[in-house]
């Protein structure tokens, strides 16, 4: 099993570029906001209570995240590998999949830390917010929160990741394809 955090700020490409990772590499893809709108949709008590807090563009407390991340490795777990996508986002989520991994005798292989311009990031979510409808998406405001929500609670994870000798900065700006090969020089680097 090979495992990667792909890494970043809300509108980085975490999205874009784990669905060309999951191709080229045959793995699993979990983005939590993926789990949460299916829990959302379903009205699942998790569900009810992530969307309070995604409507508010405030970050899911850790332990309802968890839950739903354990749940979803739990049912993939004859997968060849995973891609988590906005998981983990705090230095204790990063501690909980390590032990949610170690429960299947896996580790994290490889974090991969997208690099973006603020400024670039909310014209992408602005743009994202006409096309996909998402509520969080159309405000700048609730934008703007959400980064500042990222910078507070999000960034410590790079020196936690760096510390186990695991992240990998990778430059978000230019072409998708052009982010794309740089992402599979840092896995195959890893892989080799």
Do not use: C, W
């Not at 992408?124 to 703007?144: C, F, H, V």
Request: proline share 3%; aromatic share 8%; hydrophobic share 35%.
């Amino acid at each position: 099993m090979f495992n990667i955090i792909i890494f970043g700020p809300p509108g980085a490409g975490k999205g874009t570029q784990s669905a060309k990772l999951l191709d080229k590499y045959n793995l699993t893809h979990l983005s939590t906001g993926d789990v949460f709108r299916s829990n959302i949709k379903g009205e699942t008590e998790l569900g009810l209570l992530a969307k309070s807090y995604i409507d508010k563009g405030e970050l899911v407390p850790d332990e309802v995240t968890i839950a739903m991340v354990k749940d979803f490795v739990q049912q993939h777990a004859d997968s060849t590998g995973f891609i988590f996508d906005g998981f983990p986002r705090t230095i204790s989520q990063g501690e909980a999949l390590s032990e949610i991994l170690a429960e299947h005798n896996e580790k994290i292989d490889i974090v991969l830390a997208l690099e973006v311009d603020e400024d670039e990031l909310v014209k992408r979510l602005l743009e994202r917010g006409k096309i996909s409808g998402r509520a969080d998406d159309q405000d700048e405001g609730t934008i703007r929160n959400r980064f500042k929500e990222y910078l507070n609670k999000t960034e410590p994870l790079l020196d936690f990741y760096r510390n186990k000798n695991l992240l990998h900065s990778v430059q978000g700006m230019g072409s998708i394809d052009d982010i794309f090969n740089r992402l599979v020089q840092e896995v195959d680097s890893v892989k080799a």
